[in-house]
């Protein structure tokens, strides 16, 4: 299927790996212009080369911390105008809420909630103006079904997901999606490094945690990265217009519930 993005700018956050590279490589296949973002630079540049190598659109990067305003000028002094924002981060520590305080607090909302929002407010109106536009927002599948220890992800990414509801009715008009993607356990070197931390508290090895965790998944594997790339292109392109709006939720079907 020919997605008809060939040809459009997009700005893929936390792209040096995981589920926001699989983003990307998706739309650079597809023919899109991609400038990938992230805080490391070396492992965004060596991303970026491996992006480059598949053909398809032009990558380009920058190192650049969203969460701050220091860090969204250095995109947008590279190019100002896109067709396609995808924003993504990683997710917060867990804990116990008792020992959070304001500091711990605001970190969390403004890496899964402010800056998101403040890249929305940076884009949209271009967007609209110019009649097309795709937003799409990596959240969690916490938001559909909060997990008890999560509480600062829980929170922030509730609140994000509450804006978006809001805002996409207003933009869908003309022409702007607003979507979110709310991927389970994914194959990335995140969930490894969890499994990992897992084991050390438990006393067990990572392969007894992992082992664990899939006798209970009902796809018995988790998901792979390219899976949920290929869901953000098909989001991002002229097919889905009349999809806006939703939380799409990429768990396996681990979540319990019929809605």
């Not at 790996?17 to 983003?23: D, E, I, K, S, W």
């Not at 032009?58 to 590279?78: H, L, N, S, Y």
């Not at 999809?243 to 681990?254: F, H, K, R």
Request: with cysteine.
């Amino acid at each position: 299927m020919d997605l008809g993005i060939a040809g459009k700018k997009a700005l893929v956050c936390g792209a040096s790996a995981g589920l926001g590279y699989a983003c990307a490589q998706a739309l650079v296949r597809e023919g899109v212009d991609v400038l990938i973002v992230a805080r490391t630079e070396a492992p965004l540049l060596a991303a970026a080369e491996r992006l480059g190598s598949w053909g398809g659109g032009a990558v380009q990067c920058v190192a650049a911390d969203v969460t701050t305003d220091e860090g969204r000028a250095r995109i947008f002094a590279m190019q100002q105008e896109f067709d396609i924002v995808v924003t993504n981060a990683g997710g917060p520590p867990p804990g116990d809420f008792r020992v959070w305080d304001r500091d711990i607090w605001v970190h969390a909302l403004e890496a899964n909630m402010l800056a998101p929002i403040a890249l929305i407010q940076a884009t949209v109106d271009g967007m609209m103006a110019r009649g097309f536009g795709r937003i799409v927002n990596i959240t969690s599948s916490a938001v559909k079904s909060p997990v008890d220890g999560l509480g600062l992800s829980n929170g922030a990414r509730s609140g994000l997901t509450g804006f978006v509801a809001g805002l996409a009715r207003a933009t869908v008009a003309q022409g702007v999606t607003i979507n979110n993607l709310l991927p389970g356990t994914f194959d990335t070197a995140r969930l490894a490094g969890n499994f990992a931390a897992q084991a050390a508290r438990q006393g067990i090895t990572a392969e007894q945690a992992i082992a664990a965790r899939l006798a209970k998944h009902p796809a018995h594997r988790f998901g792979r990265p390219d899976e949920l790339g290929n869901t953000c292109a098909y989001l991002c392109s002229v097919h889905a217009g009349y999809i806006n709006g939703q939380n799409i939720l990429l768990d396996g079907g681990s979540f319990p519930g019929v809605f």
